[in-house]
């Protein structure tokens, strides 16, 4: 009688396989990003779909490897001396597209990271002001 809904899921040329998530948004736990296999990409978007901002955005963020991916590799390895945690490598394990909406939070960018050998803490750099600033943090 009462059935439930499948989630809503689309084949997008830029993002893949997607799933919708009432609250959180589009997820593809499978993202390919930069080299890195299996980094669970989300995107704050409603049941229509990623935006085309968001496209545009995220084709942005991905051609500025080079730059990128150093940058915040530093700053992150900032936080785990901080933390006094052994040196090991870092991989990707996720990245958050923000809405772009006139919210809070609307323009916030997410990339997290991994340890190798540090099974405690999550880290990640988070970005406002399109990859201008870099926050770093370790989450657990």
Known sequence: MFRKKPPLRLTHPLFGAITYSKTDGWI?????????????????????????IQEEAFINFR???????PGCLAEIDKVRRELEIASSRFVISGVTIPSFQPVRNGHL???WFDLSGDDHFMYGI???DNWQTLTAFADD
Request: net charge negative; aromatic share 10%; charged share 25%.
């Open 28 to 52: 593809n736990d499978a993202f390919t990003l930069w080299g890195f296999d299996g980094v669970e990409l989300l995107i704050r978007a409603n049941e229509n779909g990623p935006t085309r």
């Open 63 to 69: 051609d500025q490897q080079q730059d990128l991916l």
């Open 126 to 128: 988070q970005t406002d």
């Open 109 to 111: 960018w997410t990339l």
